[in-house]
């Protein structure tokens, strides 16, 4: 497992945009698979973005407005979003898949490890 501290959350206007970033350590160079996950009150935990090594993947609700990046060098993963609407408002949390094989699965259970989360509040 790794340790992962996530920053960047805050409040925005419906259309503007906001950045977040996870810091991992020790490392992310061995890590198969980092994604976003957010959660709204009242709601299960949703998928996000993922990225692994063959690139990155969505959900419908964020496509072409999200951004997932990662820099292993600097052991950080970012999520730019773009066009924020109401619904995306929620608790935004960065997560690692650290075992051998990844198979693209977006079931938050099959991530070992979890940042504490940061606060997204959209207002339209």
């Known amino acids: 497992q790794v340790q992962l501290v996530e920053s960047g959350g805050g409040l925005a206007q419906a259309g503007g945009s906001l950045r977040l970033s996870c810091q991992a350590s020790?490392?992310?160079?061995?890590?198969?698979?980092m994604a976003w996950f957010r959660q709204a009150p009242g709601k299960e935990r949703e998928f996000v973005a993922s990225?692994?090594?063959?690139?990155?993947a969505y959900p419908e609700s964020v496509k072409g407005r999200f951004t997932i990046s990662r820099d292993s060098a600097k052991n950080t993963v970012w999520l730019q979003m773009n066009s924020l609407k109401s619904e995306d408002t929620g608790v935004y949390y960065c997560?690692?898949?650290?075992?051998?094989?990844?198979?693209?699965?977006?079931?938050?259970?099959?991530?070992?490890?979890w940042g504490p989360g940061t606060q997204v509040t959209v207002s339209s």
């Open positions: 990225i692994t090594d063959r690139g990155p």
């Open positions: 997560a690692a898949f650290t075992g051998r094989h990844y198979t693209g699965s977006v079931r938050d259970t099959d991530f070992d490890s």
């Open positions: 020790p490392d992310t160079f061995s890590i198969p698979a």
